[in-house]
């Protein structure tokens, strides 16, 4: 069984300051994980993905994050936050495509707000 | 459009009644997913669609759902007797199917409301 869980469900930060939202996993099985972003009235885009490769993974709009097995932890970071960040971003993991049925299971969310 | 679509974007319906929700995939994509977002909380897988083999049905919640997919074509999540506590956004993602990791592309979703 798997299982994500962010912490926050609401993260304020300032324009030009730090992004850092927290994900931890649960997973049976060596994790795939991601970070997806969902804006207003619109579906989910993929952000950023771990499938057992580099650790340390960039994505798009300049995100990137870090897996790291010894705190089971997939922590999404940014270095210098814009307006157009503000979002909702979901965590989320699957056993990959070894196992079959790709599924993935969700945290959440934490919506983020940018202060100008 | 090369997106993954879905229908109707809303769809308001009184407890009770039968609702029908579709799914157009990516051409070529060979697994289909649908998943639910309630209010507040993340997506939970509901069904999983692979060519013609038989699907996973894990993830729906009650007899009352069911999912239908012809080949690697249009889906159809049906909800019988709807309850107010199906409201939610119904959200459907397809993939290709490689031997390696396969992202999954999501489409807008639709806004089900059961009065």
């Known amino acids: 069984a798997q299982s994500v869980t962010q912490l926050g469900s609401h993260v304020s930060v300032s324009e030009g300051a730090l992004v850092l939202l927290r994900c931890n996993y649960s997973?049976?099985?060596?994790?795939?994980l991601f970070w997806y972003v969902q804006y207003p009235n619109q579906g989910l885009q993929l952000l950023l993905k771990y499938t057992s490769a580099a650790t340390l993974v960039k994505g798009i709009n300049g995100f990137e994050a870090e897996f790291k097995k010894s705190e089971t932890s997939f922590h999404l970071t940014k270095p210098s936050a814009h307006m157009s960040d503000a979002a909702e971003y979901f965590c989320?993991?699957?056993?990959?495509?070894?196992?079959?049925?790709?599924?993935?299971?969700f945290g959440t969310g934490t919506r983020l707000t940018i202060i100008p | 459009g090369a997106g993954v679509s879905q229908s109707p974007s809303n769809k308001v319906t009184e407890k009770g009644k039968d609702v029908e929700l579709r799914c157009d995939p990516i051409s070529g994509h060979t697994a289909l997913y649908w998943y639910r977002q309630r209010l507040g909380q993340g997506l939970e897988f509901l069904i999983y669609f692979q060519g013609n083999s038989a699907p996973d049905k894990s993830g729906l919640p009650s007899d009352r759902f069911s999912a239908e997919r012809t080949g690697e074509s249009v889906s159809t999540l049906t909800i019988q007797r709807t309850q107010q506590e199906d409201s939610a956004v119904y959200l459907c993602?397809?993939?290709?199917?490689?031997?390696?990791?396969?992202?999954?592309?999501f489409g807008p979703g639709t806004r089900l409301t059961v009065l």
């Open positions: 989320a993991v699957s056993e990959g495509p070894n196992f079959g049925n790709e599924k993935l299971t």
């Open positions: 997973s049976s099985v060596p994790p795939y």
């Open positions: 993602a397809s993939s290709p199917r490689t031997s390696g990791y396969n992202e999954q592309f």
